[in-house]
């Protein structure tokens, strides 16, 4: 869990248990949807343990941990009928508490505090604690208005900003299968809202999307470096920049051109900068008459920046708009013919092989390149 975030609930444990324990619980209307009595149940993070004692007026048999040990302390005082089904636990290795064994895992406000690199870990530590055929039931914020540009409220308290359609997929590559998905308007605060996903822990045995990506590396026909480098791009962008990614109602997810073309300049820029000549394409060879398409432009810029510091140079000055009006200009020339290469090579042919067909799509209307949610997962997690 982030440090920052475990620090402020053990420091305002008092203040925090007291206030959730005066107002109702939001996911309570769904308890008898997704849990039976006699159910054995784990609230992870039970903070100030209301959903627990709640949930043993539903016949549950309820355990909680918490991150913090000063919540479970207050927890313990609050509810001392619980005091020994409550105990510390800490996302993402959680371990088995409590003998593992579940039928059900209740997981609300958790998620969101973890750092997104995180998330895979958590979820399978959550897949493990459970039987099969278990249910999940899992909250998270939709619309958060005070989170700056960080992911942190004015607390400090990180929010990683994962949206549903993210943690639905996540958690369906784990073999849940969703059974609910609702989402509420905030009880106590305008213009904030929360999500709320029910599973059900149930193996498919389908073709995996991680499958079809290792298709396009092996059994694809390859004449160039260019389906590595897409799939690398897009696989850093998902794990380090996934905020670029626009979610569609179809399915789909559309990154824009422009962020995968500047990856693209950065990793054939030390390839081309290097004096021992590396051929990218099939029959590629110095001077010959068709050599990578932005050979010749990014080779020049290259050159440009030898003196100033090379590449490390190029990157400050980029990302601070430092470049001079001609370099801009051979700049653009170099994103443009990275660009198309990117569209009519790799985009247009990668997953040719397989029988689900290509992986990816061109919008020329928001210039982005589409491709599956479930597809964009998997990159996500390499």
């Not at 008092?14 to 309570?28: H, P």
């Not at 400090?156 to 639905?168: A, I, T």
């Not at 996934?242 to 979610?247: G, N, Q």
């Not at 001609?326 to 990275?338: R, S």
Request: a neutral charge; one cysteine or more; aromatic letters at 12%.
């Amino acid at each position: 869990m982030d440090e920052l975030t475990l620090r402020y609930y053990s420091e305002e444990a008092k203040n925090i248990s007291d206030k959730y324990n005066n107002v109702s619980s939001g996911l309570q209307k769904y308890f008898s949807t997704v849990f039976v009595e006699g159910m054995k149940i784990l609230d992870i993070g039970c903070g100030s343990g209301r959903d627990m004692a709640i949930l043993t007026q539903y016949g549950i048999d309820i355990y909680g941990v918490d991150a913090s040990p000063e919540m479970v302390q207050y927890a313990q005082e609050k509810y001392p009928e619980l005091q020994a089904k409550i105990d510390i636990g800490v996302l993402p290795n959680l371990g088995k508490p409590f003998g593992g064994e579940f039928d059900g895992v209740l997981c609300s406000a958790v998620l969101m505090h973890l750092p997104k690199e995180e998330l895979f870990d958590a979820a399978f530590s959550i897949r493990n604690l459970m039987k099969e055929g278990g249910r999940l039931l899992v909250s998270m914020p939709h619309d958060r208005p005070d989170i700056d540009e960080h992911c942190r409220d004015s607390k400090g308290r990180l929010f990683n900003s994962v949206k549903p359609e993210y943690l639905q997929l996540l958690f369906e590559r784990l073999g849940f299968s969703i059974i609910g998905k609702w989402k509420t308007e905030d009880s106590t605060r305008p213009g904030y809202s929360w999500f709320t996903i029910a599973f059900n822990l149930k193996y498919s045995g389908s073709i995996r999307p991680i499958d079809q990506v290792e298709s396009v590396l092996t059994r694809d026909k390859k004449t160039a470096t260019y389906k590595l480098a897409l799939i690398r791009a897009f696989s850093e962008v998902a794990i380090i920049e996934y905020k670029t990614a626009r979610w569609l109602e179809n399915g789909m997810v559309g990154i824009p051109l422009s962020v995968i073309a500047e990856k693209w300049l950065y990793y054939y820029w030390p390839i081309f900068e290097s004096t021992t000549f590396i051929p990218q394409i099939r029959g590629e060879e110095v001077s010959c008459s068709r050599p990578v398409a932005f050979r010749a432009s990014l080779t020049e810029l290259i050159i440009k920046y030898k003196r100033k510091g090379g590449l490390n140079q190029f990157v400050l000055d980029f990302r601070s708009n430092r470049i001079d009006k001609d370099t801009m200009k051979l700049l653009n020339v170099v994103l443009h013919k990275i660009g198309y290469t990117i569209v009519s090579g790799p985009v247009t042919y990668a997953g040719g092989s397989l029988e689900s067909g290509r992986l990816f799509k061109y919008d020329r209307n928001n210039r982005e390149i589409l491709l599956n949610s479930e597809i964009w997962i998997e990159l996500s997690l390499m």
